[in-house]
């Protein structure tokens, strides 16, 4: 029994090492705050690594024989299992990565990576701009298209249930080409307030972590899979200060 529980908290200390650095990527990299929290990725997060840390070496306690003359195999073969569990998990992670926030009309949109549209993303790479992040989110602003057919059969496919402008990646611009657009659409910060309760303790906080004037300050909405946020921005500028949880006010 010593020799199983030898071999099973080895077990489960290299899996808490994978574990810790699997977080790592995706909390840092992939889901920075408070993105993880907007496309409710935690959860599946937590079943992932809750799975993959406790049931192998669980396992490894209950088969561990030294006179046993497959052990070698038997590990071998748990060790795959968990690596098989852990790559799928983490491929449905990344695909489903929050890639683009793309400032569509009069709000932000988040915009996983498989929900953006192969054929435009091809067209969009093929006259010269960037592909998909494989990391941090990229902020971009979403210009309609000026041609009047092409805006009408992208409304069409919108409605129809195809893919809408944020997810077609040959009408991203660099944010900072519509920072003059975006400024009129920009919302007083007070609204934030209101819709979320916040008392004046509460508020002062909230203003003193921005580090700015409320009058310097605005925001717009930001529509995610799980949990809708707002932009706090710049009220002349646009430039993005910060993203929030605080749920915004819809018109």
Not at 1 to 9: E, P, S, T
Not at 28 to 47: E, N
Not at 97 to 126: C, H, K, M, T
Request: glycine residues 6%.
């Amino acid at each position: 029994m010593r020799d199983r529980l030898r071999a099973g908290g080895t077990h489960l200390a290299v899996c808490s090492v994978i574990a810790l650095l699997t977080m790592a990527l995706i909390f840092l990299g992939w889901y920075p705050a408070p993105l993880a929290q907007a496309q409710g990725v935690s959860r599946l997060l937590l079943i992932l690594v809750a799975v993959d840390v406790t049931v192998g070496p669980l396992i490894t306690v209950l088969i561990f024989d030294r006179a046993k003359k497959s052990l070698s195999f038997d590990l071998a073969v748990i060790a795959c299992c968990q690596l098989a569990f852990l790559l799928y998990g983490l491929h449905a992670i990344f695909a489903g990565r929050p890639a683009i926030i793309a400032y569509n009309v009069d709000r932000f949109d988040v915009v996983q990576a498989q929900d953006v549209d192969r054929q435009s993303l091809e067209r969009s790479i093929g006259a010269g701009k960037a592909g998909l992040p494989w990391l941090r989110p990229r902020i971009v602003y979403a210009q309609l298209p000026s041609d009047r057919d092409k805006r009408q059969e992208l409304m069409f496919q919108a409605v129809v249930g195809g893919s809408d402008l944020p997810q077609m990646a040959e009408w991203y611009e660099p944010y900072e080409n519509g920072k003059d657009d975006v400024a009129k659409h920009v919302r007083p910060l007070s609204e934030l307030r209101k819709v979320n309760g916040m008392d004046e303790v509460a508020w002062a906080d909230f203003l003193g972590s921005l580090n700015r004037q409320e009058t310097e300050l605005g925001y717009l909405p930001l529509r995610a899979k799980s949990k809708d946020g707002a932009v706090i921005v710049d009220a002349r500028t646009a430039e993005i200060i910060r993203i929030t949880m605080l749920e915004p006010k819809w018109s």
